[in-house]
């Protein structure tokens, strides 16, 4: 089933350089912006368990080590179910609306705006072909210039160019910063080692010193606003507080071919409802999805019941006042979702199809069972609370509280 994906268009109008810029100076950002318009979150929910029942089946993820710093950072579009950037291709650049994806690593464009070709843009003899389990698209494959700030172009960044596509609606593609590994077998002939990154290349090519990205988002209450960032070759400071955790990368599979962690999640002060185990951080989740014997434990200790409208939990005001925190417990650090924090924002309620006056629960059924090797999947609404760093040169995902962890906004 397609997944519904909602974009404000936040359009960068820079004068770009087409040759490789080496970035010395503080953070460049790239904003991300929310629009919300779902008529039922029941397409939500949907899509985040399709999405996970394919991660779950796909094939694995590595890569080297590297250093020094120099950071460039870009505005982002949260739409509910996805995070989009203004992304330009070409030069001159046209602009297009992109899913900013840790969970998938092709770049690609044409769902929605039509491929402008330019002088740099080269066609190759590859067609590729991507499923994202919700979604998918097909075409052939080209290298051009990618626009990302102001001073910070890739040149010869290899894309795919959408022939057909499904699953897309207002949107015009995806920007996949995932593991590098997961774009081999995407092209047709197949390239072993895969098709590099945008992040690869902006380091390759000397344009970032730090193989790594950093992703700010922050809850909103409103439909539609510039509330996030990303950053590649580092951190923006001024989007964190106190100091980065840093978790290694799980070995278990399947987690380990994404942006996956060890941790236990724990309900309350003692409550351990999923012992330690593999998950994912993934921007392109929208909920935060536990497997499905730790969602019964939920589920009881919260007294929520499922609600048919919208396909979420929901609970009482009386149940929200005893509401616990959810940890997330790992080897690092624990990382707490406030009462707050677990609830969808109620002056959003009637966008998702709900109740005005119910109060709905943003943790939802994985599809199943643990022990799977990918048994939790931390979305949006939790790194609307944490900054998260992308390291792939140490082979870590970083977590830091923000001046929005516990806000009381929802």
């Keep these: 089933m397609p997944f519904t994906v909602v974009v404000a268009f936040l359009f960068l109008a820079f004068s770009v350089d087409a040759n490789p810029v080496l970035i010395t100076s503080s953070p460049v950002t790239l904003p991300i912006s929310r629009h919300l318009n779902l008529s039922s979150i029941h397409n939500l929910v949907h899509h985040d368990q399709t999405r996970a029942r394919y991660m779950k089946n796909n094939v694995e993820c590595s890569e080297p080590k590297l250093e020094s710093h120099v950071v460039v950072n870009e505005p982002v579009t949260n739409s509910a179910v996805q995070y989009t950037a203004s992304v330009g291709v070409g030069s001159p650049p046209t602009y297009y609306n992109l899913v900013i994806d840790t969970g998938s690593s092709n770049t690609w464009i044409g769902a929605g705006t039509e491929y402008v070709k330019t002088s740099t843009s080269v066609e190759t003899s590859d067609t590729v072909s991507v499923s994202y389990g919700s979604g998918s698209f097909s075409g052939n494959e080209y290298t051009d210039s990618v626009t990302l700030a102001s001073n910070l172009v890739v040149t010869k960044q290899s894309i795919g160019v959408a022939a057909l596509s499904s699953g897309f609606e207002d949107v015009d593609g995806i920007l996949g910063i995932g593991p590098v590994d997961l774009t081999v077998g995407t092209l047709s002939p197949s390239i072993e080692s895969g098709i590099p990154t945008v992040t690869d290349k902006l380091f390759s090519n000397g344009q970032i010193s730090v193989h790594s990205i950093g992703i700010s988002f922050e809850p909103t209450t409103v439909t539609s606003t510039v509330n996030g960032e990303i950053s590649w070759g580092g951190t923006d400071s001024s989007k964190y507080t106190g100091s980065i955790a840093y978790i290694p990368l799980t070995t278990s599979s399947p987690a380990n071919l994404y942006w996956g962690i060890n941790s236990s999640i724990r309900y ?73 924090a677990q609830i969808w924002p109620r002056s959003l309620n009637s966008e998702i199809g709900g109740s005005s006056s119910s109060i709905y629960l943003i943790v939802a059924d994985l599809g199943h069972n643990s022990g799977q090797g990918l048994d939790f999947i931390a979305g949006m609404t939790f790194l609307e609370r944490y900054y998260s760093v992308y390291d792939t040169a140490n082979k870590r995902v970083g977590l830091a509280t923000t001046s929005y962890t516990t806000a009381t906004s929802n």
Excluded: H, M, R
């Design 268 to 340: 309350g002060k003692s409550q351990t409802i999923l012992s330690n185990t593999a998950g994912i951080v993934d921007t392109g989740t929208t909920l935060v999805l536990i497997a499905s014997d730790a969602f019964k434990k939920y589920k009881t200790a919260t007294g929520s019941a499922a609600d048919s409208t919208t396909g979420l939990l929901k609970i009482s005001s009386s149940q929200y006042a005893a509401l616990s925190s959810l940890y997330l417990v790992t080897a690092k650090g624990t990382f707490e979702l406030t009462p707050n």
